[in-house]
């Protein structure tokens, strides 16, 4: 499903952000990423989002050679990655239900679908009396469920989370990580990156623990 | 037509683009009418060579007798090279000059020179020297008026002046395509989160990229329309100044097809030069994403 072969990064002259990561993941696994501020979770999520590019090593996604692909094949590649961004990142003048809805426009599917896959999503999120809302009228708490949706409306196959208990509200991170379980349920593989190493551990799936950009100690659950 | 229309993508339309769309009417204006001067000018040299390639005038002063006409007239077509000669009746010399000094100015009553149009073999032309010197014999004060001199150098401007036209024209379209690259270089500042974001999603950079050009390349045209109609507009009113001074034919008709097919190029150059520009900026950016 994923896997990183001595992959690095490096932006621009500064230091390496990661070094030599190896790993893969099973399909319809939930894996936890932590390290302390810095240590490469972002840079790594990142690049497994391809949003960035390695500066050196090999990524695979769905069995594909993600670096050697051309950019219509990664634009194809992300439209099977379901991403939660840490500042979740809306498109501010539309409503909730136009921002999650976002991934099925780029799509082209037709209205109706879109229409009635995002209203089942934000009745599930407990959004739906806020569809016609605008995202600077949300919680954050609120607004990390909106960014939830727009990461599932399309039924990934890799889902990605980073931080989403960043927010400081342990229910709320409870309900997040309870939503992510059930993504695992209907085969999603999930990542999800947290600084909050005793938070990840409470859950009993498999950690990634990144150390100052090097992977350290393998995959351990 | 499906592969033309993007995907709808919220990617805001541009706040300054009616600025574009002005910028690009002006050019599209000042490229127009530089278009109908080269025709104008075109058409003039045309008529100029018709007419005056392979005559002459011959001038005598207002007192000439008839008699001394007829000795010059006789000399004239003795001469070889000269093919025909015919003095101008002084009715004939008065319409010449109305356009100058109107038609309320007694002209009868001036001293009006009398004039000689020499019609000679452009192919065996004859010794101009050795006639201006028979003519002086018979005529002292006889001036024999090469006009083939007169029109190189006026064909020679005119060759200057078309090329300071197209000078004009290659101007305007590096304003509008530079206007144009610096406007999509502008709003891919402004708009880079959300398109950082589509991307991220999973759009595709072609759809993007047309979702950015495709508006662009429709101010171009609509800017283009602008500067072609007034233009149109312009030509019409020169035409109308020219013909109540009675010089109609300097300027080009606006029904000419020649004109209607240059404002509907340059209709057509605003759109593809904005869109030109729009995509070599806007790929250029889309290719630094990820």
């Known amino acids: 499903?994923?896997?990183?072969?001595?992959?690095?990064?490096?932006?621009?002259?500064?230091?390496?952000?990661?070094?030599?990561?190896?790993?893969?993941?099973?399909?319809?696994?939930?894996?936890?990423?932590?390290?302390?501020?810095?240590?490469?979770?972002?840079?790594?999520?990142?690049?497994?989002?391809?949003?960035?590019?390695?500066?050196?090593?090999?990524?695979?996604?769905?069995?594909?050679?993600?670096?050697?692909?051309?950019?219509?094949?990664?634009?194809?590649?992300?439209?099977?990655?379901?991403?939660?961004?840490?500042?979740?990142?809306?498109?501010?003048?539309?409503?909730?239900?136009?921002?999650?809805?976002?991934?099925?426009?780029?799509?082209?599917?037709?209205?109706?679908?879109?229409?009635?896959?995002?209203?089942?999503?934000?009745?599930w999120l407990g959004l739906a009396d806020k569809s016609e809302l605008r995202p600077p009228a949300l919680s954050a708490a609120e607004r990390q469920r909106v960014a939830l949706a727009r990461a599932v409306v399309r039924g990934p196959d890799l889902l990605l989370a980073d931080e989403p208990t960043g927010i400081g509200d342990e229910i709320n991170a409870l309900l997040f990580v309870d939503a992510l379980e059930r993504m695992l349920q209907r085969g999603t593989t999930v990542v999800v990156a947290t600084r909050d190493t005793a938070f990840a551990d409470r859950f009993g799936h498999p950690r990634l623990h990144l150390d100052g950009g090097t992977l350290s100690g393998g995959v351990a659950s | 037509?499906?592969?033309?229309?993007?995907?709808?993508?919220?990617?805001?339309?541009?706040?300054?683009?009616?600025?574009?769309?002005?910028?690009?009417?002006?050019?599209?204006?000042?490229?127009?009418?530089?278009?109908?001067?080269?025709?104008?000018?075109?058409?003039?040299?045309?008529?100029?060579?018709?007419?005056?390639?392979?005559?002459?005038?011959?001038?005598?002063?207002?007192?000439?007798?008839?008699?001394?006409?007829?000795?010059?007239?006789?000399?004239?077509?003795?001469?070889?090279?000269?093919?025909?000669?015919?003095?101008?009746?002084?009715?004939?010399?008065?319409?010449?000059?109305?356009?100058?000094?109107?038609?309320?100015?007694?002209?009868?009553?001036?001293?009006?020179?009398?004039?000689?149009?020499v019609r000679i073999d452009p192919g065996a032309a004859p010794d101009l020297a050795g006639l201006q010197q028979r003519l002086h014999e018979v005529a002292p004060e006889a001036q024999l008026q090469d006009h083939r001199n007169w029109l190189a150098r006026l064909l020679g401007l005119t060759s200057r002046l078309r090329i300071v036209a197209v000078g004009i024209v290659v101007a305007t379209i590096i304003v509008a395509a530079m206007t144009a690259a610096a406007a999509a270089a502008g709003g891919f500042a402004r708009d880079a989160d959300r398109i950082m974001l589509l991307h991220a999603l999973g759009a595709e950079e072609l759809d993007?990229?047309?979702?950015?050009?495709?508006?662009?390349?429709?101010?171009?045209?609509?800017?283009?329309?602008?500067?072609?109609?007034?233009?149109?507009?312009?030509?019409?009113?020169?035409?109308?100044?020219?013909q109540s001074l009675g010089v109609s034919s300097v300027a080009p008709a606006l029904g000419d097809y020649r004109i209607l097919a240059l404002l509907a190029l340059v209709v057509l150059a605003?759109?593809?030069?904005?869109?030109?520009?729009?995509?070599?900026?806007?790929?250029?950016?889309?290719?630094?994403?990820?």
């Open chain 1, 1 to 123: 499903m994923v896997r990183f072969e001595k992959v690095a990064k490096r932006y621009g002259d500064g230091p390496e952000i990661l070094h030599d990561v190896s790993f893969a993941l099973a399909p319809g696994s939930l894996h936890f990423v932590t390290g302390a501020s810095g240590a490469g979770k972002t840079a790594l999520l990142n690049i497994m989002a391809l949003a960035e590019r390695p500066s050196a090593g090999a990524l695979k996604l769905f069995d594909i050679d993600a670096e050697a692909a051309s950019r219509t094949v990664r634009a194809r590649l992300r439209r099977r990655i379901g991403m939660v961004f840490q500042d979740c990142r809306f498109v501010d003048d539309r409503s909730i239900a136009e921002n999650v809805a976002l991934p099925l426009q780029i799509d082209g599917a037709p209205l109706p679908r879109r229409r009635d896959n995002v209203a089942a999503l934000l009745e």
């Open chain 2, 208 to 242: 993007i990229g047309r979702a950015l050009v495709i508006p662009a390349a429709g101010l171009g045209l609509l800017g283009g329309a602008i500067g072609a109609v007034a233009a149109a507009v312009t030509v019409r009113a020169l035409a109308g100044s020219m």
């Open chain 2, 1 to 117: 037509m499906g592969w033309l229309w993007p995907r709808s993508l919220p990617i805001p339309r541009n706040a300054g683009r009616w600025h574009l769309a002005a910028i690009v009417a002006v050019m599209a204006y000042l490229a127009a009418l530089c278009g109908v001067e080269v025709i104008a000018l075109n058409d003039a040299r045309a008529g100029w060579n018709r007419t005056l390639d392979g005559t002459l005038t011959l001038q005598l002063p207002p007192d000439t007798s008839p008699a001394r006409l007829e000795v010059v007239m006789a000399l004239l077509r003795r001469t070889p090279g000269v093919t025909a000669a015919q003095p101008l009746q002084p009715a004939e010399t008065a319409r010449l000059l109305e356009p100058w000094l109107g038609k309320s100015v007694p002209v009868d009553i001036m001293p009006l020179p009398r004039l000689v149009d």
């Open chain 2, 270 to 290: 605003g759109c593809i030069v904005v869109a030109a520009a729009a995509a070599t900026v806007t790929w250029r950016h889309l290719l630094r994403l990820p």
